[in-house]
Every structure is written in structure tokens, then in C-alpha cells.
């Protein structure tokens, strides 16, 4: 796309979390040859409905053109972002949609927008059906979705989701980008002396928020088998506990873990790279997924992953070539784990990794709006 006038609506600073991240990177992308503004939240969630510890972020802000107008449950906000936006008159409007929760403030803003007779309006979706389901989700996506004139989805299974509910736009599918936006990859060695970690661990990464849908109690109760085969295998668990941190510390004590490392306090995108740096394998033992933005930071870095075979997970994951995909349940999680680690190739992996990583850019993701929504090639 050139010379448009672009509105992305969704979390950005000061909100933190991967959405931001993306919405952020993206807007960078998008203004190389575009006017683009920033819409996001005065309130994102009510605290009442926000399991983690702080909703903001401690980064500096970022040099874009943010604007902070959307309470997410004040119909008054919704009615004047969309007048806004009406009188505004972008050529483009992009949601990022990632729950219903937010259908009725984007519906509610994008019809109204839509009634300047130029505003295009489309979503990048990461889920229309939700990790955890709700009764809200059919009647709020069957107000949101109709008022969009397209969508691109970040997995092929959400591309099916959507069009399983009718939806009459166009609609196509594209690789989620990689997050490329954390820094170079850094001394293993160094990095593991900053974490704490022994320097001949065989260390596995668990990345990212904890919620039961991502199988953290799945990948420790792996980590009893694989600590009977090979003492030097470690865990490493990154992120913030959005779930009961109890019942996944009466796991380890249970089961009488020793090589786990917990780090369990929300990390900064300046702290991200220290992380996958450390590791030689990062590991998703989700129990329901749609993609994973940890897939496109670990082939940042370039580090070979173990995926269970749900949702999109296992479309970016082939099979003993830049990873391995399991199913959902210990033993399977304990044997592709052994699997990566008796490998005596891990090199010809490495290059894969490589290779397969080029089609991930950003620039493909802003070609294939421009295709989609203006048939410009």
C-alpha cells in the first residue's frame, strides 16, 4: 500500500503484552509509505476481567502516532470513535480482533465510520472462536463480523472458523510475521550466567503468559520422565501467571522437580531476547491454539521448537526440519523433546530454521491487505 490513510484500531502503548508488540511493529511497517494512526484503549479490560498483575507497560513509548479513545465497555467512547472516524475519512481501518469481548466497541465504531462512503473497514483476526469459550461469543461475532468488508486470518484454522459463520467479506489467510523487533540473538553463556542457569543444561523455554489452554501442567508432569532419562535436561518457564499459580507449584512439589526454573513475573520486551537466547528449544505444550506469536519469536532467534499438534501450531512447525510436533499429553511431549535432543544433526536443523523463517516478513502482510481490500497488486 501507498500513500493511504490507514487507521489500526487495538492495544498499543500503554498497554503492553504480544498484541501491542504487534499492532506497534506493524504500524511501523505501515507508515514507511502510508499516513497511519494508532487507536487504542483509555480502558482495555475492566480489572475485574484482568487475571495478570498490571495491564501497562514499563517501555518507553514508541515513536507513533497513538491515540488513546476507546473505553471498552462505555457505549458514549464507541459513538464518538466512530464519529471520528466518520468525519476523519481513512481509506482503511484494520481491527485486531482477538476476542468477542470486543465486538460490540468495534461493531459499534466501524458502522459507524463506514457511513462516510469511503472508509474500508477489515480486521486481522487471531481467534473468532476463543480459546475459552463463552456464551457472548456467537451473538457478539454475529454483530461484529457483518460490519467489516474484510478479513485476514493469522492460521488457517481461524480462516475456517470464520468462514464456518457465513461471513460475507473477503476474506484470505497469512502467515503471522516474525517478531523481529527484540534484538539480536546474544551470548547463550551469558545469558544463562544472567539467568541462573547451569552452562550444560539441555534447556527447554516455556514462553509467555500462564493460562491452563497453554498446557504448562502438561509440559512439568513431561519433565518427571525426562529428568528419569537425562538429568541435565532444565525447564525454563517465562511469563506471567494468568491462571492459579498454586496448582502448577504443587506439580513440582508433587513430583519432586528439580531442574525447573521459574520465572514468573511479566517480561519486557527489553528482557525477551535474554530468554531465547539461553535456550536451545523452545517448547508449546498448548491444549488448544489458533497460531502463537512464541512460534514467530523462537524462528526470530532461531530456535527450534516443539509444538502439539492443535489449532494452526503445527502448519509453521515441519515435522523434524525447524521442530516437532506432538500431541497435547505427556508422554508424547516427553518423547519429541528426547527426540530433539538425541538428534545428532541439531546443524542441518539450524539451517532449515533459516530458510524457512524468509517468509515470514512483514512487508508480505502489508502487500496482501493492499491485494485484498483494493485489488492492487
Excluded at 482477538?98 to 461493531?107: I, L, N, S, T
Excluded at 496448582?247 to 525477551?272: A, C, G, M, R
Aim: net charge positive; hydrophobic share 40%; charged share 25%.
Amino acid at each position: 500500500m501507498k500513500n493511504k490513510n490507514i487507521v489500526l484500531i487495538g492495544p498499543a502503548f500503554p498497554y503492553r503484552g504480544g498484541l501491542s508488540t504487534f499492532n506497534e511493529r506493524f504500524a511501523k511497517e505501515l507508515e514507511k509509505e502510508n499516513t497511519i494512526e494508532l487507536l487504542t484503549f483509555t480502558l482495555q479490560y475492566p480489572g475485574f476481567l484482568f487475571p495478570g498483575k498490571s495491564q501497562y507497560s514499563s517501555d518507553p513509548k514508541p515513536e507513533l502516532n497513538i491515540k488513546r479513545m476507546i473505553h471498552s465497555v462505555n457505549p458514549i467512547s464507541w459513538i464518538k470513535t466512530g464519529a471520528y472516524l466518520r468525519k476523519k475519512k481513512p481509506d482503511l481501518i484494520i481491527f485486531r480482533y482477538w476476542m468477542p469481548f470486543f465486538a460490540p466497541a468495534f461493531g459499534t465504531i466501524a458502522r459507524l465510520a463506514k457511513k462516510n462512503n469511503h472508509t474500508k473497514v477489515m480486521c486481522i483476526a487471531d481467534n473468532i472462536i476463543p480459546h475459552e469459550k463463552r456464551f457472548i461469543d456467537k451473538p457478539f461475532n454475529a454483530y461484529f463480523l457483518p460490519s467489516l468488508d474484510g478479513a485476514i486470518t493469522m492460521s488457517r484454522k481461524v480462516l475456517a472458523d470464520l468462514r464456518g459463520t457465513n461471513f460475507a467479506g473477503i476474506s484470505d489467510f497469512h502467515v503471522h510475521p516474525l517478531y523481529d523487533n527484540f534484538g539480536p540473538l546474544q551470548h547463550k553463556h551469558s545469558m544463562r550466567s544472567k539467568l541462573g542457569i547451569p552452562m550444560d543444561a539441555k534447556l527447554c523455554l516455556f514462553f509467555g503468559f500462564i493460562r491452563k489452554y497453554k498446557g504448562l501442567d502438561l509440559l512439568l508432569q513431561a519433565m518427571k520422565e525426562l529428568n528419569a532419562i537425562d538429568d541435565k535436561i532444565h525447564l525454563l518457564v517465562a511469563g506471567e501467571f494468568y491462571d492459579e499459580e498454586e496448582s502448577y507449584l504443587n506439580i513440582i512439589k508433587e513430583l519432586d522437580l528439580k531442574n525447573i526454573h521459574l520465572h514468573t513475573d511479566f517480561i519486557p520486551n527489553n528482557q525477551v531476547s535474554d530468554y531465547f537466547s539461553a535456550c536451545d528449544l523452545v517448547v508449546q505444550p498448548y491444549r488448544t491454539a489458533t497460531q502463537s506469536g512464541v512460534s514467530q519469536v523462537a524462528y526470530h532467534f532461531e530456535k527450534p521448537m516443539v509444538v502439539t499438534n492443535v489449532g494452526g501450531l503445527a502448519e509453521f512447525v515441519p515435522e523434524g526440519k525447524t521442530g516437532y510436533v506432538c500431541e497435547p499429553e505427556p508422554k508424547s511431549i516427553t518423547q519429541s523433546i528426547k527426540t530433539y535432543f538425541d538428534n545428532p544433526n541439531k546443524e542441518a536443523m539450524q539451517a532449515e530454521i533459516k530458510e524457512f523463517k524468509k517468509q515470514f516478513s512483514w512487508s508480505s502482510l502489508v502487500a496482501s491487505i493492499q491485494q485484498l481490500m483494493f485489488n492492487d497488486k
